[in-house]
């Protein structure tokens, strides 16, 4: 037996699963943001990509990279 699945469906689901993905990534920054401004410099790096690619942040490539920078200065594992 097959089901089909309507176009109104797949939009609707698309926007859910979109909606739900923002959330989560606002939430995610949130917490990462409260490691990153202890001094935590993967969480830093982390923030960095956070307003890099603008998940839970407005994306800002200046604070992007003045996010990587507190990471390379604190000793990152992820800048190189």
Known sequence: ???RVDGQFNT???SYRTN???KMAKIRCDS???AAKLGDSD???DVGVCYALGHGVAKDAKQAVSW?????EGGSTFVY
Request: proline share 0%; hydrophobic share 70%.
């Open 1 to 3: 037996r097959v089901i």
């Open 68 to 72: 990587f920078r507190r990471a390379a």
């Open 20 to 22: 739900f993905c923002k």
């Open 43 to 45: 969480a830093q790096f």
């Open 12 to 14: 609707a689901l698309f």
């Open 32 to 34: 990462v943001l409260a």
